[in-house]
């Protein structure tokens, strides 16, 4: 049987989320091969709003099939054929699981160095989130978010990076990704930092507390912080307020529109484990009102209910792409 099977595509069984004006969550789907052969499916992309994340997706899960059949010999096809894992909004990079780059088809130049503790501007730990993400059952795709420069330029840009962990014929252990600059903020990736959050916080309770409110974290990124609260609505983690004595008031709190989207996902959340709410909200730059959307889902330690979530800007496919 196709290896991927037992590695990456063990990676894609994935949540698919129905229209969320009508915040009703579908069943999981499952990827099938249709043979033994060397060809398998394309990964499930339906939980993508935008097409740039979808060719994306593609493209590292592609390479991470070629990579796992052929292994070091592959690596050596990508430095033969550079331009060919470069395109115009990303690039291809293999590393292994102790950091050191084996390939990287943007910045050639650090290939044989190990990457383990470099950070970005912001101080996130980049490879030390990629080993979550790729060994996260939340994140099936590997995202990664954080801030990276672009070959040639000098400042910074925000980064979503998508990766995958293959086994080589060697037996080695490598991962293969590529990442959007300016990327799309796709409601997914919410629901993967939503979902890691609630899992942690059963694993660990009040210990996952301190690293979800952790700027460093994979749980805020550019305008997205994850939040927690108790059933009475007062507020267990929020990056927003950090250490001010004020506290936000989730259920009772409205939008621009003077809609209650918190009191309307926890009646949901009454017979669902996650709800999708669309609000509005003013825009920053346009100073007009802007349509959000929250993923909040319920978990718990210690037969404690927390609700745990995260919004973002309401995808916009039609217009963006």
Known sequence: MNKLSGSVLSRLTVKTFGNFFINILLPSG??????CSRTFDAPDISMYEYQDTRNLVR???EAAGKLEKKGFRQIEDFKKNRSLYRKENYYLYVYNTNGENLFHAGVGGI????????????????????????????NPHGWVHYSWWEPGKFYPVPKSSCHFKVTTPEGEKLI????????HEEKEFIRIAVDSAANLIEREGEKAFDEIS?????????????????????TIVS????????????IESF?????????????ELKDHDSSWQVFMARNRERRSLAKKVLFLRKTGHMEETIYVGAITDLPQPATAD
Do not use: C, W
Not at 30 to 35: A, D, K
Not at 223 to 234: E, Q, R, W, Y
Not at 255 to 267: I, T, V, Y
């Open 111 to 138: 290939e044989g160095k190990n990457l383990l503790g470099i950070t970005d501007i912001n101080g996130k730990e980049i490879m030390h989130l990629v080993l979550q993400a790729v060994n996260d059952k939340s």
């Open 59 to 61: 493209f590292v899960y």
């Open 255 to 267: 939008d621009d529109a003077g809609h209650q989207p918190f009191k309307r996902a926890l009646e």
């Open 214 to 234: 952790n700027p460093k974290s994979a749980y805020i990124y550019r305008d997205v912080k994850v939040f927690a609260f108790g059933p009475s609505g007062k």
């Open 176 to 183: 293969v990704g590529a990442g959007m600059d300016y990327p």
């Open 239 to 250: 990056p927003i307020t950090k250490d001010s004595p004020l506290e936000i008031h989730f």
């Open 30 to 35: 499952f990827l099938m091969l249709t043979s």
